[in-house]
Nanobody
Framework: QVQLVESGGGLVQAGGSLRLSCAAS?????????VGWFRQAPGKEREFVAA????????YYADSMKGRFTISGDNAKNTVDLQMNSLKPEDTAVYYC????????????????????WGQGTQVTVVS
């Protein structure tokens, strides 16, 4: 059974940085075609943050995260990491890792419902 596990969340001051990591058990993370990060703030819908395609290393970002967040895959560690810089209080949310074996072509979907595999989430809190 495949499980995704997020780590690296925490409390940080505005302007600070955090690095989240997504790992898999039961399967190698690079077996997935797409690994993405989503987030959900209290009272809001889950939203797309970024995605990584193992084949070719393509990256995709939500417009509001471009320039501040960087997603990357590490074959040696079998993780997909999300480096978050210049954090703002509005970045406060639970961040989830998601993965799919589908969508080998074209940009990855940004709707949460398109992903079947999810982690439990890690809390990121940004204080001013």
């Amino acid at each position: 059974q495949v499980q995704l596990v997020e780590s690296g969340g925490g409390l940080v001051q505005a302007g600070g940085s955090l690095r989240l990591s997504c790992a898999a058990s039961g399967r190698t993370l690079s077996d997935f075609v797409i690994v993405g990060w989503f987030r959900q703030a209290p009272g809001k819908e889950r939203e797309f943050v970024a995605a990584f395609r193992w084949r070719g290393g393509s990256t995709y970002y939500a417009d509001s995260m471009k320039g501040r967040f960087t997603i990357s895959g590490d074959n040696a560690k079998n993780t997909v990491d999300l480096q978050m810089n210049s954090l703002k209080p509005e970045d406060t949310a639970v961040y989830y890792c998601a993965a799919e074996f589908r969508y080998a072509l074209g940009p990855p979907p940004k709707l949460p419902a398109a992903y079947r595999y999810w982690g439990q989430g890690t809390q990121v809190t940004v204080v001013s």
